[in-house]
């Protein structure tokens, strides 16, 4: 090994010259290329997304995994908008575009995505799955890239481009803490019980209902549950011990029905209510379907899909036409509602003369009643407030679409100004 | 036979030599894609150090990862001591080693598939500690991860502004050769481990206890010992990929993850530290690839366009779970074993010229992956 | 005292849902050395034959037809797949692999079918309850205590007075002498794990059934509680799968009954305690509780 082979200097000048071609060649590497934006024929400044044709949206959603039904059905819902909306001259003289990535619930997977997408894409009016929307948190700030994520946490609140549409969690649990003692008899004194998920979700509930329950004198038993839980006997069997008068939870679909199942069944027919995402339609096909007719309310920022408003009416006679056999869930209404808001924040940025990605989020903040006829209006001005303090609430109804009518309209929830007040301090 | 083959040092140069040019070339995502490879591959290689040398089957590593990942975070990080980030990073891949010693006890004494299930104890111990401990690990939103800094220079966009040919150098393209130095240092240390005392004592340890024990290996200490070394590895990776998520949630760090790294080395071959990093780019790479390129691949419906129709998330676990089971039954050495056969053939057929067996060495027999089973009756 | 009660009557009827799925892996187990991680998508798959059937066919006819499908399926699986590797030393680590390969695979199909659906099987318990004494339990509850317990004692006796059980046994004890005996260990094998997958569509009626909503993708994941309940008992032995069960079931229904007093281990923890408790008893007894510790062969 020691005397020279004579292959070697051959080998080190291969190796050189290969050395000398790859930083030569750099120099037609794409990427050296400077970066984009500039202004257009038409006078408005752009940005990563917006062409002299088109305007691209993106969406990170789930289609394969838990929450595939909801994913579909925003998916199908933004789809309609943007079809609408381009049959009706697009925005900004611009047609509209979705690119949609489906990551399974896998954070990985989406932020992957996200790299993929985001230097193509103006905003995304979708994100699902609140573990992925929390990874993305930093680079969405960083991008300025105007998000509305699935997710109704708290901690969302205070970041210039992530816009929660509607209450948060918290909210919603002091809405039906006020249900509940105004309407079901929960008075001073008495328990109630509060199942929630683990993670932000439950825990931003639980924050509200203790909140609202120490205004009220009422002494609040909390459970922690996880999603793989479908079977909440031993929950029901704890809260019957603390001789709960009503229960909350913040949970999925299937702890719902099996929790008002469960108590049904067990003779503790208390009132229960829950926060909108513990409900879905398919419910009212299972065997507890009418013990959730009996006790169960949903607390809710939005109006059901079988409301009369004239708004929600001709969406979702529309959504039925365009997409017969799809169910019509709560996620088409608020993925919809999403488009709109999102697409109404363009058009103020066009008028303003820049769809660059912060004068994006900058015309959307501006919006300080943004209303859609698809519920209550919208003031996105404050980053800290969520976008709306009233709600809804809703019961369930087998016959209905969406498996859910209204009992309560509209209102103010009663403590929600106080309560961020101590909040904020 | 040397005269044949570029003599390694020249060889590993001008692979590293590739391996610099990406930045130059690709793309945020694809970046993103070789910096989640690279770790996945230095995490794999540690587990194959345990699982495919030393014969502990281990379903915990994703814990290992987390320590790795969340140490780095919380000791570099606001709240938290806030140090240095690169004595962070260190500390950080000792943690986890600690970890790993932490564990020894229920590794030097329960074995085979018992130790497999136990080490799944690991994994959901630790989620639920990585969602309870909020004050260290943020909670279900987990915590963005400050950014490595050496001496003046940020692993991160614009510390200091930084354009090289022509190309401006943002976090990813840092990270790559961050990655890329990480993954050699690893290959270095496992290989030199596994040709050393301490290596051929693991693997006799894997063959059979009883007689490495009889030929004088100390076998709890070495079982231990395997742990820390694989858990210090998995640490790195760990490290590496916070740094690369640039925000960690507990949720990443699931059974899901274990299984995962158990399938990178069973795909590339068992106790191979080139085999551990291609199973590693496969697993890793594969489903995140498919999504990108769902509307080019035949069979495969673009995400919400057709109902019923196979997505490409779908399509990549079908080929992820058929690869195992293919890979298992056909090829137990694994990728590594397959192109070795290959060689070998391929090399014996131009010896000895066309027309003649290609048997001129006969095949490495299978790697034992793990231990003989010990029955109990 | 009524709240004890209720735990532990609570317990003891999840115990014996987990003792169905445990069964299978100690069945398994015994069979061919194999821990069995297809288990939870087989259980699945059988569940999901349920659903989809039993408007057409009644739920016992259903039953019997994803009972018997699900054990071809498990032992196709056994004879098409496994028993095609290496037979070599340590074959059975690399064919516990291959079934993580298997479960990839059928649970993305399953999940694919099944969505974000709830799927009722149509089972005759409904949401009925039965009354004893100051507290109460579902009565598919009771029906799992009762299948169960069958089911274990049946598992029992085929093992212990069965040619085909003394064949495992002795295979168990010795491969080769066992095959110099003329016993048919391929068969035996194949034998054991249609046994197991059968039980695995059992248990998928428990599982889904009242005090849970229906089926759901995620019903097969708690296969991965019933590992800690196979590990305990020893995995070999199926009343130590009964009494590993029993403690898992206990466990969570106690710890989840006194969450707020433990609060010092963090909410929620009544779903990790059975990990907690399986690494306990292993400190002490590597082998689970009825586990014998081979000897060490040289």
Redesign the interface.
């Known amino acids: 090994m020691n005397t020279p082979h004579p292959g070697h200097r051959a080998t080190t000048a291969v190796l050189a010259a290969a050395l000398a071609l790859l930083v030569a060649a750099t120099g037609c590497s794409a990427k050296a290329d400077g970066g984009s934006g500039g202004q257009d024929a038409d006078g408005v400044r752009t940005g990563p997304g917006v062409s002299a044709e088109t305007i691209r949206l993106g969406a990170l959603t789930d289609l ?1 995994g ?5 994913g579909k059905s925003i998916v199908q819902a933004q789809q309609m908008w943007a079809d609408e909306t381009n049959a009706a001259g697009g925005i900004c003289g611009r047609k509209v575009e979705i690119t949609v990535k489906d990551h399974g619930y896998d954070v990985q997977r989406a932020v992957a995505a996200y790299a993929d997408i985001s230097p193509d894409v103006v905003a995304l009016p979708q994100v699902i799955g609140s573990p992925v929307v929390a990874a993305l948190l930093d680079d969405v700030q960083r991008d300025h890239l105007l998000t509305f994520p699935q997710a109704w946490a708290a901690s969302l609140l205070g970041k210039e481009s992530v816009q929660v549409v509607g209450t948060t969690y918290d909210l919603d649990m002091i809405a039906a803490v006020d249900f509940l003692t105004r309407t079901r008899g929960v008075r001073k004194g008495d328990t109630i019980g509060h199942v929630y998920f ?1 993670g932000d979700y439950g825990a931003n509930a639980l924050e509200g209902s203790s909140w609202a329950a120490r205004k009220a004198g009422v002494k609040v ?15 029901v ?2 809260l ?2 603390e001789g709960v008068k009503a229960i909350l939870i913040s949970a999925g ?2 702890q719902t ?2 929790l008002v ?2 108590a ?4 503790l027919r208390v009132p229960v209510v829950s926060s909108a995402p513990g409900f ?1 339609p ?2 009212m ?4 379907a009418p ?1 959730l007719a009996a006790l169960l309310h949903v607390v809710s920022s939005a109006p059901a899909v079988s409301s009369e408003l004239p708004g929600v009416r001709r969406m979702v006679t529309a959504y039925r036409k365009k997409y017969a056999g799809s169910p019509v869930d709560s996620g088409v209404l608020s993925g919809y509602n999403a488009a709109q808001l999102l697409g109404a924040g363009l058009k103020k940025a066009c008028a303003a003369g820049s769809l660059a990605r912060e004068d994006v989020v900058k015309a959307h903040r501006a919006q300080e009643n943004a209303d859609t006829g698809l519920g209550v209006p919208q003031d996105f001005s404050d980053v800290d407030r969520p976008a709306s303090l009233s709600t809804y609430v809703l019961k369930p109804d087998a016959k209905a679409l969406g498996g859910l009518v209204g009992a309560e309209e509209a209102h103010r929830i009663p403590g929600a100004e106080e309560y961020l007040k101590a909040r904020r301090s | 036979m040397s005269d044949r083959r570029p003599r390694t040092p020249v060889r590993t140069l001008l692979i590293a030599l590739v391996l610099c040019v990406p930045p130059f070339y690709l793309d945020a995502f694809w970046l993103r894609v070789g910096l989640f490879s690279v770790a996945a591959a230095i995490g794999a290689v540690g587990l194959s150090l345990l699982s495919g040398t030393a014969g502990q ?1 281990s379903l915990g590593h994703a814990f290992f990862l987390a320590v790795g990942a969340y140490g780095y975070t919380w000791l570099a990080g606001e709240p938290g001591p806030g140090l240095p980030t690169a004595v962070a990073a260190v500390l950080a891949v000792l943690l986890a080693g600690a970890a790993g010693g932490l564990f020894s ?2 590794a030097g ?6 130790l ?3 080490t ?2 690991l994994v ?2 630790g ?3 990585l ?3 909020d004050s260290v690990t943020g909670g279900f939103n987990g915590r963005s991860v400050p950014p490595l800094r050496l001496g003046g220079f940020g692993f991160t966009a614009g510390e200091p502004e930084l354009t090289v040919l022509g190309v401006p150098f943002g976090a990813e393209e840092r990270l790559w050769y961050l990655a890329l130095a990480l993954l050699g240092l690893t290959w270095f240390t496992a290989r030199g481990l596994l040709r050393s005392r301490p290596g051929r004592a693991l693997a006799a340890l894997r063959d ?4 490495a024990a ?1 030929l004088g290996v100390d076998v709890a200490r070495h079982r231990a010992a395997a742990f820390v070394v694989s858990s210090m590895y998995a640490g790195t990776a760990g490290v590496l990929l916070a740094l690369a998520f640039r925000r960690i949630v507990p949720d990443y760090f699931s ?1 899901a993850l274990s ?1 995962d790294y ?2 990178m080395i ?1 795909l590339g071959g068992l106790g191979s530290v080139a085999g551990a990093t291609a199973g590693a780019v496969f697993v890793t790479a594969l489903p995140l690839l498919l999504s990108r390129y769902a509307d080019q691949l035949p069979l495969v419906a673009a995400p919400g366009t057709a109902d019923g129709a ?1 997505g490409p998330t ?1 399509a990549a ?2 080929l ?6 293919v890979v ?2 056909h090829a ?1 050495d694994g990728l590594h074993g397959l192109t070795r056969r290959l060689r070998d053939r391929f090399r014996a057929a131009r010896r000895s010229g066309p027309g003649s067996g290609p048997h001129a060495r006969p095949s490495a027999p ?1 790697i ?10 | 005292m ?2 004890l009660l ?2 532990l009557l ?2 003891l ?2 115990g014996a849902v987990y003792a169905l799925v445990a069964l299978g892996f100690v069945v398994i ?1 015994k069979a061919s ?1 194999v ?1 069995s991680f297809a288990h939870g998508s087989l259980l699945l798959f059988g569940g999901y034959l349920i659903a989809v059937l039993h408007d057409d066919l009644g739920f016992a006819g259903a039953l019997a037809v994803a009972v018997l499908a699900t054990a071809l399926l498990a032992g196709a699986l056994d004879r098409l ?1 496994l028993q ?3 037979p ?7 064919q ?3 079934t ?6 059928l649970l ?2 399953l ?2 079918r099944i ?4 799927l ?1 099987l149509g089972d005759p318990w ?4 039965t009354g004893l004494g100051p507290v ?1 339990v ?1 009565d598919s ?1 009771l029906a799992a205590i009762v299948v169960s317990a069958v089911s274990i004692a049946s598992v029992f006796a085929l093992f212990r007075y069965t040619r085909w059980g003394l064949s495992l ?1 002795a295979a ?2 010795d491969v080769e002498a066992a095959a110099l005996m003329g016993v048919r260990l391929s068969r035996v094998r194949t034998l054991a794990w249609c046994l197991a997958g059968g039980l695995a569509a059992l248990a998928a009626v428990f599982l889904a059934a ?5 089926l ?4 097969g ?2 296969a ?1 509680k019933a ?2 309940a196979a ?1 305990l008992g ?3 032995s199926p009343v130590g799968a009964l009494a590993g069960s029993l403690l898992i079931g206990l466990t ?2 106690l710890v ?5 007093e433990l609060s010092l281990l ?7 305690a059975p ?2 408790v ?2 306990l008893v ?2 002490v007894r ?3 509780l009825f ?4 000897a ?3």
């Open positions: 394969t838990p929450y595939a039904t909801l683990e038993v909390g459970q922690k549950i996880k999603a793989t839980d479908t079977d909440l006997s031993a929950q069997s704890a019957r011990k679909p299937a029905a099996s199942g469960v049904a069944s067990r003779g879905a398919q419910l096909k299972t065997p507890a013990a | 089957l006890p229920v004494r329960v074995r085979g598939i018992y497999g299930v136990a799944l104890a959901f111990l989620h639920h500690v969602l309870t401990a059979s206890e009883t007689a009889v059974l299984v158990l399938a069973v196979v779908e676990r079908f992820y779970g058929a690869a195992v089971v298992l039954l137990p299978p034992a992956p793990v231990r003989p089973e010990e029955h109990t009756p | 009524t709240g209720d735990d609570g317990g009827a999840l187990f050395g821990l797949l095609r590797g290496d070599g030393p340590g074959a059975a680590h690399v516990t692999i291959v993580i390969g298997v479960d990839i695979v993305t199909e999940s694919r969505g974000g659906d709830l009722p409904g949401d009925a309850v109460t579902a509850r046994r168990g004890e009242f005090p849970a909503p229906g759901e993708r995620t019903t994941q708690i991965l590992f800690p590990v020893g995995m070999a969570e229904a989840a009954g006194h969450q707020s963090g909410e929620g923890f009544a779903d990790v990990y907690a399986m690494v292993l400190l590597p082998t689970g586990g014998t510790r081979g060490a062969r040289v």
